[in-house]
């Protein structure tokens, strides 16, 4: 249990400066809501519109905040040479995954946790159901499963903001698919059964990317 | 025969993207291989 | 020698493809004659994925063994590979507006998840000339060709779940008849051959870039 001891400690180093900074949060945050009004202004007022789109609008939405949030998740690594301090630590460089992937999930859950109430008000739509909630979890996960590789890979980049999406967003085409269908359908009150395609291709996305982005994710901070 | 201004586009993409390529490729090929012969003089000339 | 025969392999094969596609197999009933794009599409679309299958096995043996020729296999391969997907693309295209009336629809399974190819293609060169140095380039474009390659089937899955509840338009109603396989097993064929064709010749480019820079070296 050793292995889940250091990861541990890397999320709570990440999550302690966040808590000191509040940056990623905050910005994000707002960043959030207001792509959310945006989108709202942008499709005008009938409210049977806003049921068509609302899923695209919330899953496009978590999607740039996503990659804002995965942008900044590395830069303190890189500017402040965290990251060559720990790779001098005694620990392998998956802790190294599996902690800063944690402390990104972590910031982008509460972020969506926030975003959902609001987006239910915004929206006259009954966002906080069971199924919208496992939708959005899952989809997050797949989101920091290869979010957290290519956010270290395009901080050693010249261009390191543009990146990023264009590296993530081609990726994510088939979780961003089953969570805006999955959406779509949790929001008409459709049964689980289903949901049930859709969570299963978000499903095998997370395993997959978790594992490969786990292996690969040395390669991409060695020297 | 409709459509057939469809038909021959297509095929006139494909022979021209690929045919392009080709030349760009041959061209890159004749430059780097000047490049090389030059410097292979170059050290000739060092070592003599 | 070698690439004597590769030429002359790859002419041939088309030249018969040619043939085939033009004279040899029917006009088929419900497209008529530009149906035969279809000759077109499947080859480029094959060669866009075997591209980059190439490119995930240069990438994985480039990390795991270091070897700069591994580098040079998929570099050479995604550059092939990107020209035949932008292809396939048009030729896509080029096969929509006359069969749907759109010059780009959402509809096509196949359609999107080329493009979305085309995306990944992409990020594995930008990734490589955005890099800090060189041999960074090369690491960082190998962990986009595997995170890439992995990712297609789950692309073509969840595109093709997306539009599944209507079956995509068939290329055909009925089955493929027997003179139309062997036109497309010789189309695929011929472009096969020809990528290997172009593969090998990037790839003794990208060789010859590496000596012109060891003689560089040399030289002082």
């Known amino acids: 249990m050793n292995f889940w001891r250091k990861v541990i400690a890397i999320t709570w180093k990440d999550v302690l400066s966040e808590m000191r900074t509040r940056e990623i949060i905050f910005s994000v945050l707002i960043f959030t809501l207001l792509v959310i009004v945006i989108f709202n202004f942008a499709f005008g007022a009938s409210q049977q519109l806003m049921v068509l789109v609302a899923p695209g609008i919330l899953w496009v939405t978590f999607a740039f905040a996503g990659v804002l949030s995965l942008n900044r998740s590395f830069i303190p690594e890189k500017e402040e040479s965290c990251l060559e301090g720990l790779m001098v630590c005694p620990i392998s460089r998956e802790v190294i995954y599996v902690g800063k992937m944690l402390g990104s999930l972590l910031f982008m859950l509460i972020i969506e946790a926030i975003a959902l109430p609001i987006f239910a008000v915004l929206f006259n739509l009954p966002v906080l159901s069971l199924q919208l909630v496992t939708i959005t979890v899952f989809t997050t996960i797949g989101f920091v499963a290869v979010g957290t590789l290519f956010s270290a890979l395009a901080v050693n980049t010249k261009a390191r903001e543009m990146v990023l999406p264009i590296l993530f967003f081609p990726i994510v085409v088939p979780i961003i698919i089953g969570a805006v269908e999955a959406s779509s359908l949790a929001l008409s009150g459709k049964p689980w059964g289903d949901l049930s395609p859709w969570l299963q291709i978000i499903g095998a996305f997370d395993a997959i990317f978790l594992v490969v982005s786990f292996l690969i994710f040395t390669f991409v901070i060695e020297e | ?48 | 020698m070698k690439r004597n025969i590769q030429l002359w392999l790859s002419l041939v094969l088309m030249l018969v493809a040619l043939y085939l596609v033009f004279v040899y197999v029917p006009t088929e009933k419900e497209m008529g004659i530009v149906q035969r794009i279809f000759y077109l599409m499947v080859p480029t679309a094959w060669l866009a994925l075997l591209s980059f299958l190439v490119v995930f096995i240069g990438s994985t043996l480039y990390l795991v063994k270091r070897g700069l020729k591994w580098d040079i296999l998929a570099h050479s391969s995604a550059e092939v590979g990107i020209v035949f997907t932008t292809l396939a693309l048009i030729v896509g295209s080029l096969w929509a507006k006359p069969i749907w009336g759109v010059w780009w629809t959402w509809e096509e399974p196949r359609l999107t998840s080329t493009l979305v190819l085309w995306f990944i293609y992409f990020a594995y060169f930008m990734v490589r000339s955005f890099a800090s140095e060189e041999f960074r380039g090369a690491r960082f474009a190998a962990v986009v060709g595997i995170i890439g390659f992995v990712d297609i089937p789950i692309i073509a899955l969840a595109t093709t779940l997306w539009r599944g509840i209507h079956p995509p338009p068939l290329i055909f109603q009925g089955g493929l008849a027997p003179s139309m396989l062997l036109t497309v097993l010789v189309s695929v064929a011929a472009f096969t051959a020809l990528y290997f064709l172009l593969l090998f010749q990037v790839i003794s480019m990208k060789n010859d870039v590496t000596e012109v820079r060891k003689l560089k070296e040399l030289r002082g």
């Open chain 2, 1 to 48: 025969m409709e459509n057939f201004g469809y038909l021959l586009a297509a095929f006139s993409m494909a022979w021209a993207l690929v045919f392009g390529y080709v030349l760009l490729l041959l061209n890159r090929q004749k430059r780097l291989q000047q490049e090389i012969n030059s410097l292979k003089e170059v050290l000739k000339e060092k070592a003599s």
